[in-house]
C-alpha cells in the first residue's frame, strides 16, 4: 500500500522560495506509472490543484500561478517535490500531495502540511 | 474562481438521499472525466468516484456518480452523520491544461 507524506518548513517569508517534498513509501517512484501532483487548500477556502509531473516527465502547472511553481522527481530519495517561488500571503495553504493513474483521480493522498507565509 | 461550480451547501436526514450537481464545460466535463473528492479540512482528501461513476474499492456503494454531457453529480443514498463533510468534484479541462476542482459542497446532515 503506497503512503505519501510532506515535508517542508511551516514559516516561510514573503518573496521567498517554498520548498515541499513528498517522500514515497510503500513503491518506487521510478518504477511507477502513476503522475504525482501538488494540491493546496488556502484557509476558508477550496481545493486547488497546483501541478502534477508524470513518468515520461511531462509537467503540468495551474496556470494561475504564473510559472512560479516548479514541479519534479528525484528518484534517489523517492520523492516528488514543489518549488513555489516568490510567496506572498496568499500562498498561506495547507499543502497536499498526491498520486493517481493516469486517466484517474488521485487515490493516494499525503496527510498534508501547513505553510504560513508571513514576515 | 473554479470553472466547476458547485452549490456551496446541501442537506438531507440520516437515511435520506442527498445529490450534489458539479457544473462545467465542453473544455472540461464534457469531454473529460469527472473525479469526486471527499474532504473534512485537515484531512487526507478521499477519491470517492473516478471516471464519472467507478468507486474505488473500500467506497459504499451509498456513493454513486453519473455525468451527462457538461454536467455532473454525486448521489449519496442512506445519509449518514459521518457523511457531514465537504465534496469536490474534479477534471481535466483542455483549455486551461490542467486539473480543475469544483467550488466544493459543505454537506449538512440535520
Known amino acids: 500500500q503506497m503512503q505519501l507524506q510532506e515535508s517542508g518548513p511551516g514559516l516561510v517569508k514573503p518573496s521567498e522560495t517554498l520548498s515541499l517534498s513528498c517522500t514515497v513509501s510503500?513503491?518506487?517512484?521510478?518504477?511507477?506509472?502513476?503522475?504525482w501532483g501538488w494540491i493546496r487548500q488556502p484557509p476558508g477556502k477550496g481545493l486547488e490543484w497546483m501541478g502534477s509531473?508524470?513518468?515520461?516527465?511531462?509537467?503540468y502547472d495551474n496556470m494561475s500561478l504564473k510559472s512560479r511553481g516548479t514541479i519534479f522527481v528525484d528518484t534517489s530519495k523517492n520523492q516528488f517535490s514543489l518549488k513555489l517561488s516568490s510567496v506572498t500571503a496568499a500562498d498561506t495553504a495547507v499543502y497536499y500531495c498526491?498520486?493517481?493513474?493516469?486517466?484517474?483521480?488521485?487515490?493516494?493522498w499525503g496527510q498534508g502540511t501547513t505553510v504560513i507565509v508571513s514576515s | 474562481q473554479s470553472v466547476l461550480t458547485q452549490p456551496p451547501s446541501a442537506s438531507g436526514t440520516p437515511g435520506q438521499r442527498v445529490t450534489i450537481s458539479c457544473s462545467g464545460s465542453?473544455?472540461?466535463?464534457?469531454?473529460?472525466?469527472v473525479n469526486w473528492y471527499q474532504h473534512l479540512p485537515g484531512t487526507a482528501p478521499k477519491l470517492l468516484i473516478s471516471?464519472?461513476?467507478q468507486r474505488p474499492s473500500g467506497v459504499p456503494d451509498r456513493f454513486s456518480g453519473s455525468k451527462s454531457g457538461t454536467s455532473a453529480s454525486l448521489a449519496i443514498s442512506g445519509l449518514l452523520s459521518e457523511d457531514e463533510v465537504d465534496y469536490y468534484c474534479?477534471?481535466?479541462?483542455?483549455?486551461?491544461?490542467?486539473?480543475?476542482f469544483g467550488t466544493g459542497t459543505k454537506v449538512t446532515v440535520l
Open positions: 498526491a498520486t493517481g493513474s493516469p486517466g484517474d483521480g488521485m487515490d493516494v
Open positions: 510503500g513503491g518506487s517512484i521510478s518504477s511507477s506509472t502513476n503522475y
Open positions: 509531473i508524470y513518468n515520461s516527465g511531462s509537467t
Open positions: 465542453s473544455s472540461n466535463i464534457g469531454r473529460n472525466a
Open positions: 471516471s464519472n461513476n
Open positions: 474534479a477534471a481535466w479541462d483542455g483549455s486551461l491544461h490542467g486539473y480543475v
